[in-house]
T-cell receptor, first 115, second 115 residues
Framework: GAVVSQHPSWVICKSGTSVKIECRSL??????MFWYRQFPKQSLMLMAT?????????EQGVEKDKFLINHASLTLSTLTVTSAHPEDSSFYIC???????????FGDGTRLSIL | GESVGLHLPTLSVQEGDNSIINCAYSNSASDYFIWYKQESGKGPQFIID?????DKRQGQRVTVLLNKTVKHLSLQIAATQPGDSAVYFC??????????????FGIGTKLQVIP
């Protein structure tokens, strides 16, 4: 149980392209979803917290106009990297949580490579 | 704790030996801690958690110890196997500026099991 699916798993695209990443909780309803960014050999850095039906809360230093988050339903959140540039290349990971006292369950990440 | 540097600490252990991975956390108000395992190219996988009203919790082949006095957390893996090779992160649950709960990851330790 508690499976989180992330799609796509790998994206390679040209600079200036906008890229959408989907995060789905497959067997539970996620009141909260989280988006992380991870550079090679580093830890996960929280980008934003997404609650269904409300605006995402972004961490300090994360541009909300650059990283658009939409939590349309209790099983789906999307992250759109707008006008992506090479410095946006990274491993993006989402997680979902059923309730406040429940552990987060992570997707397998999306590797984004901007040429 | 936030990630620093480009090189993860590495722990090399002989197959069959016990492994101990350590972590220091910063927020004395944190009351919930989690250990995650991350294999290459995948998202973090929940291993074990512990609340601040406990100092020890055991799972299958894993034990987490919590020392609140010195803000230290450790993960012990018994009879380490090649499949245990991965990066291990400790994480603490805290309350963000918006009043929501978020998970902050530590730096991570790479465990290499020598056959």
């Amino acid at each position: 149980g508690a499976v989180v699916s992330q799609h796509p798993s790998w994206v390679i695209c040209k600079s200036g392209t906008s890229v959408k990443i989907e995060c789905r909780s497959l067997d539970f309803q996620a009141t909260t979803m989280f988006w992380y960014r991870q550079f090679p050999k580093q830890s996960l850095m929280l980008m934003a917290t997404s609650n269904e039906g409300s605006k995402a809360t972004y961490e300090q230093g994360v541009e909300k106009d650059k990283f658009l988050i939409n939590h349309a339903s209790l099983t789906l959140s999307t992250l759109t990297v707008t006008s992506a540039h090479p410095e946006d290349s990274s491993f993006y990971i989402c997680s979902a949580r059923q309730g406040g006292n429940q552990p987060q369950h992570f997707g397998d990440g999306t590797r984004l490579s901007i040429l | 704790g936030e990630s620093v540097g480009l090189h993860l600490p590495t722990l090399s252990v002989q197959e069959g030996d016990n492994s101990i991975i350590n972590c220091a956390y910063s927020n004395s108000a944190s009351d919930y801690f989690i250990w995650y395992k991350q294999e290459s190219g995948k998202g973090p996988q929940f291993i074990i958690d512990i609340r601040s009203n406990m100092d020890k919790r055991q799972g299958q082949r894993v034990t987490v110890l919590l020392n609140k006095t010195v803000k230290h957390l450790s993960l012990q893996i018994a009879a380490t196997q090649p499949g245990d090779s991965a990066v291990y992160f400790c994480a603490e649950l805290s309350t963000g500026s918006g009043g929501y709960q978020k998970v902050t990851f530590g730096i991570g330790t790479k465990l290499q099991v020598i056959p």
